[in-house]
């Protein structure tokens, strides 16, 4: 009886799996081109690449590539046990990273395929801020500051509570911020509403006059409706973060590179070399895309080159 | 009890010797069964254990479970564990204050005040609030819930251990409503009967025999419900902060130690590093803790259990 | 009886109050269960269309997909469901009815199991990752993900068994023994069938933390980007972490398409309890 009752749920899931057990097995195109190309990193590079992925795939549907986000740093300890063909970086690879990868007999060469304009932004209800140097900006984050409300950083503006917002401290963001700002990797006062989802913080911004938050131009960009960029003022006047100050170097220091590492060895694959080709080829027209900023001329002849020369 | 152990009885047949060649491989087959959360927590404790003694080697066992300002990202580190507990600790009492209460409720209505037809109905439509996935539950608190008790007056962080803790005790009503139900039901209708012939209302025989005679269930349900309040990550990391600050007010973030882990875990920390390390000793002092409440529990279930025939 | 107090008055007002509560009870669960789904299908019922079964996820939120994450879900749950229910099964058989009480390795099993389920669920990500993945050599593939769940609800199953177990009365044990049963009959024909409603909610409530799982998944290397269907031995990805991915986008299409993928999420979860639920029925006792 118990059989009866168990024989067509279980028929029906056999049939299911089997169903989707046909995976696509990747028959090579007219270019003879296949694969599989497995990429892991950044959070932040990964819709980069993954984009790329799916632009590349369309042209060769006989290469599969995977993308992941284990993070900067999973990333390059994936990287540098030869786990993974590509890996997507916020940041330049480390020293203790680097001399891991030379244990392990891992060359590796460094491409940048676009920048990010990191934004200090703040709520549209705010209109007595336009532009804030690096100095207060570091009077604001560095740690144990006490400002509490604007009128403490500026005289003139108004005594509205200052509510902050930034990224967790395990983001690269946060510790370039952190580096370019304060000074130091990892210097930040810890009272500030931290999260790893950038659209949290866009919507805590969006929510209280007087907040303060910093995170990728994608992001901004996104929500101009709700959100303000401050200006930053390094020395050479006020520059507010557009695509065009960040490619022509006027934007910073909040401007970054978004690296992708790829592994010699795989080099040597016809569609490893493809793919990094078309990444640093159509670099510009995949950054506009998902809302980074491209390469300048110069980062893209830099870029090109590199290629050629492995 | 003598019977439970019971030999099997020298029956006259021909397979007699096979049958207990066959109960000897099936006990094993079953042992085998029980390994297999012996192994995984062998595995647990060998993949903390190396990392978190590394790192106790370079911070000092006490400093780590005494101290009360947990930077380990910041320049400069601390690395006092005391902020992350009571973050949990928060977390964890309302998300019981929730699910308990209203979770046995729940059961016994299901139990003794629904009709058959009622419960067929509404017990599956409560168990499909277990299979919401964390990450949905998360935004809930922090798009729903937090605005909502702001509405109400209470003057709430955007990321606060409130939310969090009300919204994760309704996740786990299912778990501690359906077992506890189990239990109630598996009661035998005797007892009731009993009762009800003696004049008992119904409120009497539901909280009177009903819910002392199925207290190991219902004690289990608490105890799984409490243990997954503990170990819970995603609700946490989306809708209770990551600002580490000791504090008893449910109404400010804080961050828990399960929150600690999944953040550090999944983001940009060079690996082997001392901050990535911190990830290990705080799993190993969850480990640790939970253990050690679980081994009071079971004393406590044992004590109050009462077997009825 | 002195205890059965109060008149026939004061003991309706209180059984009112009582039931009262219970109702309250019930209403949190079903109101918080209401207001996630009205907020779930009023945003993503429009986007639950033919594309997002037969198509891959695309950066164009209008021709995304989430078809290799609906299939690795499927097969996720497919894995646990085979290897958690029998394992947690017979482990509570063991425990329950073979295992002496007094033996201490016997109950330092019972506080394992009860610890186990406390155990965050990246730590079991953690485990998978340096056993599994790495240990065993099994790369970042289905079966290993399949795997490491099955660990993460083994717990859930096994404690909701025992349970079932022991809320058979001995007395049936006894009786069969009592016939010439031998240990192993009586556990298979007699107090297993009655403990299936109970196993029943423990593999409902086992695979539904299970679809929903997203950190042990990614630590044991799901991706976030693939376009292919995944196989037992390739690389995956799965719906709650593409869930996760699409809420992390700027574009607010994508926060729609999360939305749909919830739904989808939900009707394979009750789907799959179905069986369980009508299992559970068929064999519901009062005893």
Redesign the interface.
């Given at each position: 009886m118990?059989l009866r009752?168990?024989a067509p749920?279980a028929l029906v899931?056999c049939a299911?799996?089997l169903a989707?057990?046909?995976?696509?097995s990747?028959n090579s195109d007219e270019n003879g081109l296949s694969g599989r190309i497995?990429a892991?990193g950044?959070?932040t590079v990964?819709?980069l690449?993954?984009?790329a992925?799916?632009a590349f795939?369309k042209l060769h549907s006989g290469v599969?590539?995977?993308?992941?986000?284990?993070?900067?740093?999973?990333g390059?300890?994936r990287f540098c046990s030869g786990e993974t063909d590509l890996s997507n970086a916020?940041?330049p690879i480390?020293a203790?990273?680097e001399a891991?990868c030379r244990k392990a007999g891992i060359e590796y060469v460094e491409l940048q395929i676009a920048n990010d304009a990191l934004s200090v932004v703040v709520n549209t209800g705010n209109d007595w801020a336009t532009c804030l140097t690096v100095d207060q900006l570091k009077q604001i984050w560095e740690?144990g500051s006490k400002i509490e409300r604007w009128k403490e950083l500026d005289a003139s503006f108004p005594d509205d509570d200052l509510v902050l917002f930034g990224p967790?401290?395990?983001?690269?963001t946060?510790?370039f911020f952190?580096k370019e700002v304060v000074g130091?990797?990892?210097?930040?006062r810890?009272?500030?509403?931290?999260?790893?989802?950038?659209?949290?913080l866009?919507?805590?911004v969006k929510?209280?006059k007087g907040a303060l938050g910093y995170f990728g131009f994608?992001?901004y960009?996104?929500?101009r409706s709700g959100l303000k960029a401050l200006a930053i003022d390094s020395g050479g006047g006020c520059v507010g973060p557009s695509v065009e100050t960040a490619q022509d170097g006027t934007y910073t220091p909040l401007s970054r590179p978004l690296l992708v590492y790829a592994k010699r060895t795989a080099f040597e694959r016809p569609e490893v070399q493809a793919f990094l080709r078309y990444l640093v080829d159509e670099s510009r027209a995949i950054a506009a895309?998902?809302?980074f900023v491209p390469l300048t001329d110069e980062q893209l002849t830099a870029a090109r080159k590199r290629l050629e020369d492995t | 009890m003598a019977t439970r152990e019971a030999t099997a009885p020298r029956a006259p047949t021909l397979r007699a010797s096979r049958r207990y060649v066959g109960e000897t491989l099936i006990k094993a087959a079953l042992g085998l069964c029980a390994l297999v959360s012996i192994l995984t927590t062998v595995g647990i404790v060998v993949a903390l254990l190396e990392p978190a003694l590394e790192f106790f080697r370079e911070i000092s066992v006490i400093d780590f479970l005494t101290g009360t300002n947990w930077a380990p990202l910041f320049e400069p580190a601390h690395f006092g564990v005391v902020p992350l507990l009571v973050g949990t600790l928060l977390v964890t009492v309302w998300a019981c204050i929730v699910c308990i209460p209203f979770g046995l409720g729940s059961a016994i209505y299901l139990s003794e005040y629904a009709r058959p037809g009622t419960r067929k109905v509404l017990k599956p439509a409560l168990e499909l609030l277990a299979g919401i996935p964390t990450v949905v539950f998360g935004y809930f608190a922090l798009t729903f819930v937090t605005p909502l008790l702001r509405d109400i007056g209470l003057n709430v962080e955007i990321f606060n251990a409130l939310s969090a803790g009300l919204v994760m005790g309704v996740m786990l009503i299912p778990t501690v409503a359906s077992l506890s139900e189990d239990a109630m039901t598996a009661v035998p209708q005797n007892l009731r009967d009993g009762a009800y012939a003696l004049g008992a209302t119904r409120l009497q025989v539901a909280t009177r025999t009903v819910v002392p005679a199925a207290v190991s269930g219902i004690v289990a349900s608490f105890v799984l419900g409490i243990s997954r309040a503990v170990g819970e990550t995603m609700i946490v990391l989306i809708a209770a902060g990551q600002q580490p600050q000791l504090t008893f007010d449910p109404r400010v973030g804080i961050e828990t130690m399960t929150a600690f882990i999944a953040a550090t875990g999944a983001g940009d920390v060079p690996r082997g590093t001392i901050e990535y390390k911190t990830i290990f000793a705080v799993g190993i002092t969850l480990f640790a803790i939970t253990l050690v409440l679980n081994m009071f529990s079971i004393r406590l279930v044992r004590r109050f259990r009462e077997v009825y025939e | 009886m002195s205890r059965l107090e109060g008149s026939r008055r004061t003991g309706r007002g209180r059984g009112l109050a009582f039931q009262l509560a219970l109702w309250l009870s019930l209403a949190v669960g079903f109101l918080t269960l209401g207001a996630l789904l009205v907020q779930v299908f009023t945003k993503g019922f429009a986007r639950v269309d033919g594309k997002l079964f037969t198509d891959p996820p695309s950066f164009d939120p209008l021709i995304a997909g989430a078809r290799p994450a609906i299939f690795a879900t499927l097969w996720l749950m497919g894995l646990v469901f085979l290897f958690a229910v029998p394992v947690g099964i017979g482990t509570a058989i063991y425990l329950e009815e073979y295992a002496r009480k007094d033996r201490w390795y016997n109950r330092l099993l019972e506080v394992n199991i009860q610890n186990l389920a406390a155990v965050p669920s990246i730590v079991y990500g953690i485990l998978g990752l340096a056993f599994l993945v790495r240990g065993l050599g099994l790369g970042r593939v289905v079966l290993a993900g399949g795997m490491i769940l099955t660990l993460l609800v083994l717990p859930t199953v096994i404690i909701a068994a025992r349970e079932a177990l022991r809320a058979v009365p001995g007395s049936i044990r006894e009786g069969a023994v009592a016939l010439g049963a031998t240990q192993w009959q009586v556990v298979w024909r007699q107090v297993l069938p009655a403990a299936v409603p109970g196993i029943a909610t423990g593999s409902i409530l086992a695979l539904s933390r299970a679809i929903g799982e997203t950190a042990p998944l990614i630590m044991v290397g799901a991706v976030t980007y693939i376009s292919f269907n995944p196989s037992l031995l390739g690389p995956f990805t799965a719906l709650p972490i593409q869930i996760y991915t699409w809420t992390n986008q700027p574009q607010e299409e994508f926060r729609v398409l999360a939305a749909a993928a919830i739904i989808v999420l939900l009707v394979i979860l009750l789907v799959m309890n179905s069986f369980a639920i009508v299992i559970r029925n068929r064999y519901q006792k009062r005893w």
């Open positions: 118990k009752v168990a749920f899931a299911c799996l989707t057990a046909c995976g696509g990747g497995e892991d950044s959070s990964g819709p690449t993954s984009y992925a799916e795939q599969q590539v995977t993308v992941g986000i284990s993070g900067t740093g999973g390059f300890e916020s940041r480390e203790d990273e891991a740690p967790g401290t395990d983001s690269g946060f510790d952190t130091d990797e990892g210097a930040s810890s009272d500030y509403q931290a999260s790893e989802n950038d659209n949290v866009v919507n805590g929510g209280q994608s992001y960009d996104q929500n895309a998902t809302l | - | -």
